[in-house]
C-alpha cells in the first residue's frame, strides 16, 4: 500500500490504511498533538520480522571449526575431530546464568538494529539437565530485559554429548524423562526441538522425543534432513508445527508437507555458511508448502543475526521472489511459532511490531547485500532502535 499509515496505541495496532484515512479518524483529529509520530515518506514499513529458528545460547564463536572449514574439511569431519556443536558445550557449562543472559540479550539487540521483532530463541549447548535448565533461564532472562517477543525452545537434543559417547539410548532417556518434564513444569520452553540427522539423532529417537514433549504439553518442531533424507512420514504423524533445514527431500516429501499444516522453515545463512547446496525452496513453494525462513543465528553454521540477508540468499540462491521471502519472514514465521493471530502482519489488533527501512521500494530489502537499511523498529509499541 502506497501513501499509508499505521496507528498503534497499548502496543497493538488500532488502524492500518492510507493517509487520508487516517486523518479522518476522529480519534486521531482529537489526540493529534499527543501522538508520537514518525515521518516514514519514501520509506518501507514492514511487519517486524519473525526469526523463527535461532541457537543464541553460547559464549564464543567457534573460529578453529571455520578455518577447518575454509582450508577444505567438511561438517562432518569437524565434528568426528572434535569440532562442531560439542565444542561450544564445556563454555555453557562453565559459564554462569547472568553472564549468558547478558550475552543472549546482546544478540536479541543485534538482531532487532536489522528489523527483527519475534524471536524463537533454542538452549542446545548445555547437553546437561542442569546445563539445559540454565540455558532456558538466562533465554528467559535475556527476554525479560528486551522490548520485542522470544519464544523459549528446549533442544536437549541437538547432539549426543561426549560422556554419554555410544549410549544415545540413555541420553535420549535422559532428554524424554528429565528435560522435557522440568521445561514443561517449569514453564521454560514453549517447544521442544531435535536435531534428526546423520551424526546427531536418528527417526526413532526423534519420534520418542516428539512423543514426549506432546504428553507433557509442550509442542514440537524439528531439525530435519539437512545432511542427509529422513523420510518425513512418521515425522509429521506428531504433527510438528515447523521442520526446519530440509535440504534432502524428496516428492513423496513435498506432498507429505503441502497436505499437512506444518511449516517448512529454511535456513539458507547454513547453506551458505558451510559451503553446501541450497534447500529447493521453489519447489517447495509451487508444491503449495508453506515457507517460512530464519537465520538460525548459531556459532557453527550460521552467525548472522541479519535476516535482511537471509532475504537476499532466499532471492539470489533460492529463486524466491522477493515478496514471497519478506511474507516467509513475517507472516509464515509468525505461523512457524503458533503467533500468526498477534505476528507477522499490519493488521488492527495485532502486535504493534513495525520496521522501517530506508529505501523507498521493498525489493531493495532483499537487494542490498551487507548493508543497514533499517531505519526503525518498535516492537510491541516500544520504539526499539532509530538510527
Known amino acids: 500500500m502506497e501513501n499509508a499509515a499505521v496507528l498503534c496505541a497499548g502496543g497493538r495496532i488500532v488502524s492500518a490504511g492510507t493517509t487520508r484515512e487516517a486523518l479522518r479518524d476522529p480519534w486521531v483529529r482529537l489526540h493529534r498533538k499527543k501522538i508520537v509520530e514518525f515521518d516514514c515518506a519514501g520509506k518501507v ?7 523463527s529458528h535461532t541457537h543464541p545460547a553460547f559464549m564464543a564463536p567457534r573460529l578453529t571449526d571455520f578455518e577447518r572449514r575454509v ?20 563454555a555453557v557449562r562453565r559459564t554462569g546464568k547472568r553472564e549468558l543472559s547478558h550475552r543472549i540479550l546482546n544478540t536479541l539487540r543485534e538482531m532487532s538494529a536489522h528489523g527483527t521483532t519475534t524471536v524463537e530463541a533454542k538452549s542446545g549447548y548445555g547437553l546437561s539437565l542442569e546445563a539445559e535448565m540454565k540455558s532456558l533461564e538466562a533465554i528467559r532472562d535475556a527476554a525479560a530485559g528486551w522490548p520485542g517477543t522470544v519464544v523459549p525452545t528446549l533442544l536437549g537434543a541437538h547432539v549426543v554429548p561426549s560422556e554419554f559417547e555410544g549410549r544415545a539410548a540413555q541420553y535420549v532417556a535422559l532428554v524424554c524423562r528429565e528435560m522435557i518434564p522440568q521445561a514443561g513444569r517449569r514453564n521454560l520452553a514453549r517447544f521442544v526441538d531435535v536435531f534428526c540427522d546423520s551424526g546427531a539423532f536418528s527417526e526413532e529417537d526423534c519420534l520418542k522425543i516428539l512423543a514426549a514433549a506432546t504428553a507433557h504439553g509442550l509442542q514440537t518442531r524439528a531439525h530435519i534432513s539437512q545432511l542427509s533424507r529422513t523420510p518425513l512420514e ?12 530440509l535440504d534432502h ?30 534447500p529447493p525452496a521453489r519447489k517447495l513453494v509451487d508444491s503449495g508448502v508453506a515457507v517460512a525462513l530464519a537465520s538460525d543465528y548459531n556459532p557453527g553454521s550460521s552467525p548472522t543475526p541479519s535476516m535482511p540477508f537471509v532475504l537476499s540468499l532466499a532471492c539470489t540462491q533460492m529463486k524466491m521472489a522477493p515478496a514471497e521471502a519478506i511474507a516467509a519472514a513475517t507472516i509464515n514465521g509468525a505461523w512457524a511459532l503458533g503467533l500468526a493471530s498477534s505476528k507477522g502482519s499490519i493488521e488492527p489488533g495485532k502486535d504493534a511490531d513495525l520496521a522501517i527501512f530506508d529505501v523507498s521500494d521493498y525489493r531493495e530489502i532483499a537487494y542490498w547485500m551487507a548493508k543497514h537499511i533499517c531505519q526503525a523498529v518498535i516492537a510491541r509499541g516500544t520504539v526499539v532502535l532509530i538510527r
Open 234 to 245: 512418521r515425522i509429521l504423524s506428531c504433527r510438528p508445527v515447523s521442520l526446519d533445514h
Open 71 to 90: 582450508s577444505g574439511a567438511s561438517y562432518e569431519e569437524i565434528a568426528a575431530q572434535g569440532g562442531g556443536i560439542r565444542s561450544s558445550v564445556d
Open 45 to 51: 514499513v514492514l511487519p517486524g520480522f519473525v526469526d
Open 249 to 278: 527431500v524428496n516428492d513423496q516429501d513435498l506432498a507429505l508437507l503441502a497436505r499437512s499444516n506444518t511449516v517448512a522453515t529454511l535456513v539458507p545463512g547454513a547453506n551458505y555458511f558451510l559451503g553446501k547446496e541450497y
